[in-house]
């Protein structure tokens, strides 16, 4: 699934119900664009992708990772 420039994909067992795995993949895709939002904010049609491509830090998005094993 890709969503402002960016791709996610879940891997899971192949006994593992597609629609669940693909319900998952949205939730994460939902939790990554609400932090974005949280650390961007949403004022003036804010540009996500650029946002995102000038990102230096490896650990940026590491609370977001945190925050979904919770």
Not at 7 to 17: C, G, I, Q, S
Not at 60 to 70: D, M, P, R, T, W
Request: net charge neutral.
């Amino acid at each position: 699934m890709v969503k402002n420039g960016v791709a996610f994909l879940t891997l899971a067992d192949k006994r593992y119900p597609q629609k669940l795995a693909f319900l998952y993949l949205q939730d994460v895709v939902e939790a990554f664009m609400d932090e974005l939002k949280n650390k961007y904010g949403t004022a003036g049609g804010v540009d996500y992708q650029s946002k995102i491509e000038i990102i230096d830090n490896s650990y940026a998005f590491l609370k977001f990772g945190i925050l979904l094993l919770i």
